[in-house]
């Protein structure tokens, strides 16, 4: 498809540009991701013992997503996809470190396109929610809700599009240090929630 | 995919919640679409005559959208799909009618999730450009653009999935009264641009 610009540069968010995301891996040509390999997760699973056991084997790669460089105002908007490759640490599947918008009072939108999974929400007053999600649909994250995504799937990568404003912000030490209330979990093949007991 | 929610309804934008958007045609079992006929677009072509002739035989449908009930807080996003059926008016392709945000310093995202066709944007002081969209092209219209999707496809719909903060507003009135400066028509069987001989 042929632009028609009268001026312009790839990563043109003042005056408008298109990025590729592929609709059936996630990635693009255009940008590079950042990449979250398990020897970057340790003590985030429940399962310490587990954890080490599987990182003998290779430090594989648990998920990657998109960071541009859009101007981090109120009126822009940040956007890419997010990408959990499947398998588990002990019975628990792979998840995003998951975090909070440093700027609580902010919401964001996650499309996913491929895969099955969960988005997993808590509030800092203990509310939480785990919201599946399949191929078509559109989790809303709401304002002061902190979010991971969990792939529950055998052998598909949970691949999402997501949004948010572009002056959001992104506070990960409070999942690091704290954790969720919550984990999903394998228990008979089937995903289920449990109380996370390294919760502080 | 089970839901995990400690309560809840479907359309819980305070506490979290997924709305399915069709990949294929981009409609939704949940959410209605507003829907915009023919017979509603009256001018906004600049080919009168061959308006008038296409409404008699039949006010077809154009194009769709969801609007959801979300609140129009600066913090909360607004979010579903747009659906431009194809078609021409005269050497014209089916368009939105586009709009500029009424808080200008707004940006938005639209990922094509299927068709061919393009975002035509224009800023206030007449900075303009077309920007091809075609499955896994995620356009970014910047702060201060209108913008309207326009589908070239031969019989293919031109769904895009868009994301914008929830308080900026629709300003229709100004496309409406002045229209945009560039067109895109078809021209030997390719999108062509071309100038307005309706603008203002």
């Not at 009268?6 to 059936?24: N, V």
């Not at 964001?108 to 099955?116: A, F, K, N």
């Not at 529950?152 to 997501?162: A, M, N, R, S, Y």
């Amino acid at each position: 498809m042929k632009d028609f610009h009268p001026s312009g540069t790839l990563l043109d968010f003042e005056k408008g540009c298109a990025i590729d995301f592929s609709l059936k891996n996630g990635l693009s040509e255009t940008v590079e991701t950042g990449k979250r390999y398990l020897s970057q997760m340790k003590s985030m699973f429940a399962d310490d013992a587990a954890y080490e056991a599987e990182l003998k084997n290779g430090d594989k790669l648990v998920y990657e997503f998109h960071g541009l460089p859009v101007p981090e105002t109120a009126g822009d908007l940040m956007y890419g996809c997010s990408i959990v490759y499947p398998g588990k640490v002990g019975s628990e599947y792979h998840m995003t470190k998951g975090h909070f918008h440093t700027i609580l009072e902010t919401a964001e939108v996650y499309y996913c396109i491929r895969g099955q999974g969960y988005m997993l929400l808590e509030n800092p007053e203990g509310d939480w929610r785990a919201i599946g999600m399949e191929p078509g649909k559109a989790v809303y994250v709401p304002k002061r809700y902190a979010h991971r995504s969990i792939n529950v799937g055998q052998d598909e990568p949970l691949i999402t599009f997501f949004v948010f404003r572009a002056d959001a912000g992104h506070d990960y030490g409070t999942i690091e240090t704290k954790g969720y209330r919550k984990l999903l979990v394998e228990q008979n093949g089937e995903p289920a929630v449990i109380d996370n007991p390294k919760w502080k």
